[in-house]
């Protein structure tokens, strides 16, 4: 946490940042990797609104929507909509945007305008739809003319996937002028480039992989770093023939030595985890263990009578980690007697598993399991957004664990490292980009 | 087969069996030519294999050195002094350790063997190397060795090296080398035609994907799993040839070397090959020249070989057809001499010879002739003087006899008129038998019975066999002992083509010698008996035999051993056979008799013997 108090707010400037994620789309709408999900998840929440916002608490607070409320035990809810709130396009955010831009995220809703509300309605209960509707997933956008439009404190200027991304600021945002003038993304910079060029002072904002931070903090140099919330995990897709036995994916699962490679290869950044959700989000973490039983995994692999072809484990070639952590786990595996071999491939192409890194994008525990949970192909929480309490929120972790089709390995923080003329960096704890609230030293000030 | 055709069969041979042996002793001088280069090329090969093993050795040894000393490891070091070092901070030093080390292979490994950092597998931390610990010699002065070293996508060949790393009480260790696969292999300068194979010994058994050469895996690898698996069970040098394809080019020698660890371990197989194509393609071309040359050289052998045995043969084929017609008879065969060669003397010689026998032979019938008139004056003296005699001894009494009376001259007038006719008849009874000698009439063939030929004429002597004195046929003596015949006829005889009064006249003959050979008796035996294709007629006595010289001259024409004979006896027996086409033969030893035989075809125009005629003597 990096502050400055005695110095005094600073409007203009723009700031540079690197990040390694492509950024294929930013619309929500549209399905990407896991590992883009936290950038694009930020860069929404620069350039949109939600409904609902979350407080330090991780309750629901108004956004756009001024005030809610249900009824029909839950099944049909009202949301006023902000008045005076100005699309970039300088067009009136009207309910029907948000009705429009909603649908348009999840087509399973029924949500309709009205004059200044919308309404929601299920034939389920909904009981925590405002915190749902406070993940960045469900930023308002207009679509029109194909061009993404919000309400945020900065509007895309330029947006080039896999190049660049040019966010100006809004001077007419609803909350406030951001004291920053302009954001210059440029993806697709490897983890080391942007080291680099940050060393050279070629940027003011990168992201540093958990196993960088001691040695970047030992470089005396700026990191900032959210609680781990960054779920990583080995996940099998249905359909995988070789690990399609459960007791063998549990052998795995069990064969892991999460602890190992927390402290040597996460650099003690992370926590070794065997549960979806991280401990400080969740409370219940601890139920999932997540120690190392080489007998019971060699036991289960025992009682896999089958001939095991290699268990083909997929990771992003660009991920250095990733593909350290992939051969740290095909190494335990080969303990038990499994075989597991590592292939440098993100689009999981005949790969029977592949390793992922999935944000948590939100400190509430309903909104970051389901957040999860949309993240991972194929996985349903059908009880969750039905009952928003501890234990059933257990219950539907427990029934996405229990088949060991995502086997958990550590939850890893955000981590960024910053120039010397970022101020106010207030990011939350579980991550994400706060420019909305950061302003920069001036030159001649940043050269003191 | 002719001298000619034997004579070009020896020089064709001669020439194809010369030209053979030329070119197995080339090709073996070859093969052993090649053999002993590529051993020299192969002992070249792997003592540049052992000086770049040992070479990449000392710069393991020396990188690893260089590392160990390093601040980097150095702070490892200091860490590992702490009550609970975290080595996590490392994990990834060696990787940009062997980077620049330009290692294959490095880890850094605690005191206690647990791998702080790997940089062939990083993610194998945490993990213990045991044998660094376990068997802890001098690693300081431990030069390199064959490892087998575990990586992510299996087992791989390394030279490796341990550095220890001492500081206060504990010892780190570095190890690390490089690993030995096509790289290795390529820096290997190889002559033409040879190649090195590495085989990382990963499993028991044969897999065709440990084997690699410079260009990577070896196709159709396996043809090569014999030799390995014995290499693999006896860890020693082996040579072998391996056969790729079915062409004789596509052979392939090969030498295993095997590449054993520290503890003996068979870690893996040196191969180095030797393509015998080279070799191949000279036995070929040597092969294919001396098919050619000894073509050339079996036509151009012929050709001579036929000059040359015609040059030989004609001379020598000459003189056997003269010697041919020599022995036909013709004894005035003449050679044609060419040259002055041993054949042309050979030829000279013969001819010389056939001159000589000539005139021998003329010679031979000279004194023959002018023995056989010698003979017959003496035999005609002899004849003649006997009754002379009587007849000048008459004629003078009866010119005497006129001076006394009448009576008495009457008296001896009719005793001498007597006597003058009985010796002028004994006269005319020796010219009549010169006369029937030379007048031998024609044989008057028909079917004849032997043995009433024989038991006929021994009718005609029965009466002086019998024992009572009786004269004898010559009219000499007044009483024989008694000659007892015996008869052997064999009954089964065939008749014989012939004229039975000239067989009656020959065997009569010889009964009459034999009697006359046994003037003290004896035992006279009559036996016929069949041959193949003939009779035959014995007739033996046990009188005082002949000598050798006898039996020689026995059947010359007036040639006798008796006191009064004509010496025509046997001439007329003999004439008589050999009318018939038969043989006659003598077998005779001085007190031990003799025994004639007469052999007779039975159809004589069959068994022309010719003028042979046969007379033998035994």
Redesign the interface.
């Known amino acids: 946490m990096v502050a400055h108090a005695a110095t005094r707010p600073h409007y203009g400037g723009t700031l540079r940042v690197e990040s390694r994620a492509a950024l294929p789309s930013l619309d929500p709408s549209q399905s990407i990797a896991p590992a883009e999900i936290a950038l694009r998840d930020s860069v929404l929440s620069l350039i949109g609104d939600t409904l609902v916002a979350l407080d330090a608490n991780a309750r629901p607070i108004p956004r756009l929507a001024t005030r809610w409320q249900s009824d029909n035990g839950n099944k049909r809810w009202q949301f006023w909509i902000r008045p005076g709130v100005f699309l970039h396009n300088d067009a009136s955010l009207t309910p029907a945007h948000v009705a429009q831009s909603l649908a348009a995220i999840n087509p399973n809703w029924k949500v309709r305008a009205n004059s200044d509300y919308i309404i929601f309605e299920s034939e389920l209960p909904l009981p925590e739809l405002p915190v749902e509707l406070s993940r960045p997933s469900y930023t308002i956008l207009s679509r029109a003319s194909g061009q993404l439009v919000g309400t945020g404190p900065f509007r895309i200027e330029d947006f080039q996937p896999a190049r660049r991304l040019v966010l100006r600021a809004n001077d007419d945002y609803w909350n406030g002028r951001p004291y920053l003038d302009a954001i210059n993304v440029t993806l697709s910079v490897p983890l080391r480039d942007q080291a680099l060029h940050l060393q050279l002072g070629q940027v003011d904002l990168i992201e540093l992989a958990p196993d960088q931070v001691r040695r970047t903090s030992q470089d005396n140099r700026r990191v900032a770093t959210s609680a781990p919330s960054e779920l990583i995990a080995m996940v099998v897709p249905n359909g995988s023939s070789p690990a399609e036995d459960p007791r063998l994916r549990q052998a795995i699962s069990l064969a892991i030595d999460r602890v190992a490679i927390n402290n040597t290869l996460l650099q003690r950044q992370g926590e070794p985890t065997a549960a979806l959700l991280p401990q400080w989000i969740s409370g219940y973490a601890f139920l999932f263990p997540s120690n190392r039983d080489l007998d019971r995994a060699r036991q289960l692999r025992a009682e896999v009578h089958s001939a095991q072809a290699p268990v083909t484990l997929a990771y992003d070639p660009a991920d250095a980690l990733a593909r350290t952590i992939a051969e740290r786990v095909a190494v335990n595996a080969r303990d038990a007697g499994i075989a597991i071999q590592p292939v440098p491939a993100m689009t999981n192409n005949g790969a029977a598993a592949k390793l992922v890194r999935i944000p948590a994008s939100s400190a509430n525990s309903h909104a970051a399991l389901a957040s999860i949970a949309s993240s991972l192909d194929g996985a349903e929480l059908p009880r969750v957004l039905t009952a928003g309490t501890p234990e059933n929120l257990y219950a539907a972790e427990r029934a996405l664990l229990d088949d060991f089709r995502i086997i958990p390995l550590a939850h890893v923080p955000e981590s960024f490292a910053l120039s010397p003329r970022i101020r106010n960096w207030t990011a939350p704890r579980y991550g994400g980009l706060p420019l909305h609230s950061v302003w920069l030293e001036a030159a001649q000030e940043a050269a003191k | 087969m002719s001298l000619r055709t034997k004579l070009i069969l020896l020089f064709t041979i001669t020439i194809a069996v010369s030209v053979a042996l030329v070119t197995w002793i080339a090709t073996l001088r070859i093969r052993q030519a090649f053999n002993a280069a590529d051993a020299q090329h192969t002992a070249a090969l792997i003592t540049q294999f052992r000086q770049e093993f040992a070479r990449r050795g000392q710069e393991v040894t020396s990188s690893l050195s260089g590392i160990a000393e390093g601040e980097a490891v150095q702070r490892i070091a200091l860490e590992a002094l702490k009550p609970a070092p975290d080595?996590?901070?490392f994990?990834?030093e060696a990787r940009a350790l062997a980077e620049s080390h330009q290692l294959d292979f490095l880890e850094i490994v605690a005191p206690d063997g647990t791998i702080i950092s790997s940089a062939q597998?990083?993610?194998?931390?945490?993990?213990k190397e045991e044998w660094l610990t376990q068997a802890a010699p001098d690693w300081s002065a431990q030069p390199a060795f064959l490892k087998r070293e575990e990586l992510?996508d299996g087992p791989a060949l390394a030279l490796v090296a341990v550095r220890p790393v001492r500081v206060a009480e504990t010892t780190l260790f570095v190890t690390g080398g490089i690993r030995l696969d096509r790289q290795f292999l390529k820096s290997l300068v190889l002559p033409s035609g040879m190649r090195a194979l590495l085989y990382t010994n990963t499993a028991p058994g044969f897999a065709a994907l440990s084997l690699e050469d410079a260009k990577g895996p070896v196709t159709n690898a396996a043809k090569l799993a014999p030799l390995i698996q014995k290499v693999q069970v006896r860890p020693a040098e082996i040579s072998s040839v391996v056969q790729w394809d079915a062409t004789p080019a596509g052979s392939e020698a090969f030498q295993a070397i095997p590449l054993q660890g520290r503890n003996d371990e068979l870690l893996g197989i040196l191969l180095i090959g030797t393509s015998r194509r080279d070799l191949v393609e000279v036995q070929t071309r040597v092969r294919n020249i001396a098919f050619i040359v000894g073509g050339i050289g079996i036509f151009v052998g012929l050709l001579l070989s036929a000059w040359a045995a015609s040059r030989v043969t004609r001379p020598v084929e000459r003189l056997a057809a003269a010697a041919t017609e020599v022995a036909a008879g013709k004894w005035n065969t003449q050679v044609e001499i060419s040259g002055s060669d041993e054949i042309a003397q050979l030829a000279d010689s013969f001819n010389q010879m056939t001159r000589e026998l000539i005139e021998q032979r003329d010679r031979l019938v000279q004194s023959e002739r002018v023995a056989a008139w010698r003979e017959l004056a003496r035999r005609l003296a002899h004849e003649l003087k006997n009754p002379l005699f009587p007849l000048q001894i008459t004629i003078e009494n009866l010119v005497r006899s006129r001076d006394v009376g009448p009576e008495q001259f009457d008296e001896v007038f009719r005793e001498s008129t007597t006597t003058l006719l009985a010796e002028l008849s004994n006269l005319k009874a020796i010219i009549g038998r010169f006369s029937d000698f030379a007048k031998m009439p024609t044989p008057q063939l028909q079917f004849v019975n032997i043995n009433e030929v024989v038991r006929r004429a021994l009718k005609t002597y029965e009466a002086q066999l019998t024992g009572v004195p009786h004269p004898s046929p010559s009219g000499e003596g007044a009483n024989r002992p008694a000659i007892t015949a015996k008869l052997e006829f064999h009954d089964g005889i065939p008749e014989v083509l012939a004229d039975p009064e000239l067989l009656h006249r020959a065997v009569s003959n010889l009964i009459l010698n034999a009697m006359d050979a046994m003037p003290n008796g004896g035992t006279l035996v009559l036996r016929t008996r069949q041959n193949d294709g003939s009779v035959r007629i014995e007739i033996a006595d046990s009188g005082t035999g002949l000598t050798k010289e006898e039996c020689a001259r026995l059947f010359t024409p007036y040639y006798t051993t008796k006191q009064h004979g004509t010496g025509l006896g046997l001439a007329i027996v003999q004439s008589v056979v050999a009318d018939h086409h038969g043989r006659i033969a003598v077998e005779s030893e001085p007190d031990r008799g003799t025994t004639f035989r007469i052999d007779l075809p039975v159809r004589p125009e069959t068994h022309h013997t010719g003028d042979a005629r046969g007379a033998s003597v035994q």
């Not at chain 2, 597998?121 to 993990?127: C, N, S, T, V």
């Open positions: 080595y996590s901070t994990v990834d597998w990083p993610a194998r931390f945490g993990y992510p």
